[in-house]
């Protein structure tokens, strides 16, 4: 869409077009879209690359295989599984170089509690797929940021949860004789 395409849901499918020219319709089959490969490859073709006729094949493989490695390609070719191309080097793909970037790691470590019960980490985890002895399929943890202690609690149904923490509410705060401040 950013490069200027527009989809249009008609016809039990959808026209792909660009500027008001067509340039590939998918049809639904099952509930997705299939689109013809061999009429319209998937990649981003922008102004700054050439018009689809003369897209290097080995790149339009290469977007239509999920921007894989040219390595990849190579092999693939040599394997005469794609047979129908010469290979050939092509330039960097934006997508594929997009897709191996990673976050940048934190430059600075989050602050941690300095006291007991400051902060409560929690998480609800479930249905397991093996119910446990009682008919518990659901548990949930609350961790002290500060102790690192941990509580976990069983539950037969996640609408248990709220219930599970007023028991460690209150099981904790008698315990540490502190008020929670941050869950």
């Given at each position: ?10 016809d ?77 080097s092509y ?69 248990e949860?709220f ?13 540490c ?7």
């Amino acid at each position: 869409m950013k490069d200027g395409y527009s989809f249009v849901s008609k016809d039990n499918g959808c026209v792909i077009s660009k500027n008001d020219i067509f340039v590939a319709y998918a049809s639904i089959v099952n509930g997705l879209f299939i689109l013809n490969l061999d009429d319209a490859p998937i990649c981003n073709v922008s102004a700054k690359r050439p018009r689809l006729n003369e897209l290097n094949p080995t790149y339009m493989w290469h977007c239509r295989l999920g921007h894989i490695s040219e390595n990849r390609m190579k092999r693939l070719h040599d394997d005469g599984l794609l047979t129908s191309f010469d290979f050939e080097s092509y330039e960097t793909c934006e997508s594929y170089l997009l897709g191996k970037m990673t976050k940048a790691h934190f430059t600075t470590f989050p602050e941690r509690a300095s006291d007991l019960l400051e902060l409560v980490h929690t998480n609800v985890f479930g249905p397991m797929s093996t119910i446990a002895r009682g008919g518990f399929q659901y548990f949930i943890t609350f961790t002290d940021d500060f102790s690192r202690y941990g509580y976990v609690y069983l539950m037969k149904h996640k609408s248990e949860t709220f219930e599970k923490f007023k028991e460690f509410h209150n099981e904790a705060e008698n315990q540490c004789g502190k008020k929670i401040k941050a869950l």
